[in-house]
């Protein structure tokens, strides 16, 4: 696979709101470049929005999203993920009825601007290689002629993870990729993604609900309240901060 250059993400002050209800308000954030991140927050926050607002499904009512300092709000979601935005979906998005290789072969003539090919018998020169290295990359070798509706729901996920991946992004958001499954499964699915943002060298970002997990994997830790950024640092200081243990936390969070 070819050599990974990772990107800052920048988003400055963010707005997008529904039905006159602030949905993010105002966000500005910085990801470093090689950073690994996670955005928390509770129910309504604004989590999947944010990531929405940066990956083009959404249009914001204001504000910028840059990487590497180029503002590509006005960008369509097509065009942000050829220059580097990839994303994997809290419920997992493949096409149900190919296997595995198929749906990574898929995702890579796409990335080729090859639409009209996707029907073709014989994938594009190049397009099985990839998709060949990205199941190895991830785990999935071993399943590559199964089904995509009769995988388990951890290896659905890994999946779309994959397809992301087939993309060669540089910022790659993952909105919750252990929703679902059980401890052992959840932990083995994030020592996964670390891996992954290890090997690949990406701006990795990530959504999760389970505290241990985001405390023990990210880096740096923003927190997502009514749309606003309520905090952002290290786990050690979002443990401690006392406006996120009475927003979100709680006190059994904060207690050694």
């Given amino acids: 696979?070819?050599?990974?250059?990772?990107?800052?993400?920048?988003?400055?002050?963010?707005?997008?709101?529904?039905?006159?209800?602030?949905?993010?308000?105002?966000?500005?954030?910085?990801?470093?470049?090689?950073?690994?991140?996670?955005?928390?927050?509770?129910?309504?926050?604004?989590?999947?929005?944010?990531?929405?607002?940066?990956?083009?499904?959404?249009?914001?009512?204001?504000?910028?999203?840059?990487?590497?300092?180029?503002?590509?709000?006005?960008?369509s979601k097509a065009e942000r993920m050829q220059l580097g935005i990839g994303r994997a979906f809290q419920v997992a998005s493949c096409f149900p009825s190919m296997t595995v290789a198929e749906n990574l072969m898929a995702a890579v003539t796409a990335?080729?601007?090859?639409?009209?090919?996707l029907a073709r018998r014989f994938p594009l020169p190049g397009a099985r290689e990839r998709a060949r290295e990205v199941?190895?990359?991830?785990?999935?070798?071993?399943?590559?002629?199964?089904e995509a509706a009769i995988l388990s729901h951890g290896d659905q996920k890994l999946l779309d993870i994959a397809i992301a991946l087939a993309l060669e992004p540089?910022?790659?958001?993952?909105?919750?990729?252990?929703?679902?499954?059980?401890?052992?499964?959840?932990?083995?699915?994030?020592?996964?993604?670390?891996?992954?943002?290890?090997?690949?060298?990406?701006?990795?970002?990530f959504i999760e609900h389970d505290m241990d997990i985001v405390f023990q994997v990210a880096s740096t830790i923003r927190v997502l309240c009514y749309g606003r950024v309520l905090a952002e640092g290290t786990p050690d200081e979002i443990r401690n901060n006392q406006a996120v243990i009475d927003a979100y936390l709680g006190k059994e969070e904060h207690d050694p």
């Fill in 1 to 75: 696979m070819a050599e990974q250059l990772t990107m800052k993400l920048e988003v400055r002050h963010l707005t997008k709101t529904f039905g006159g209800v602030r949905a993010i308000d105002d966000v500005s954030l910085a990801f470093p470049s090689g950073s690994l991140s996670a955005v928390i927050g509770p129910n309504g926050a604004g989590k999947s929005t944010f990531f929405n607002l940066i990956s083009g499904a959404f249009a914001p009512d204001s504000g910028e999203v840059l990487l590497d300092g180029e503002d590509v709000v006005r960008r």
């Fill in 111 to 117: 990335h080729l601007g090859q639409w009209g090919n």
């Fill in 135 to 146: 199941m190895e990359l991830v785990g999935l070798s071993h399943i590559a002629d199964v």
């Fill in 170 to 205: 540089k910022v790659l958001l993952l909105d919750e990729p252990t929703a679902g499954m059980g401890p052992d499964e959840r932990w083995g699915m994030i020592e996964r993604v670390r891996g992954l943002w290890d090997q690949q060298k990406l701006t990795l970002v």
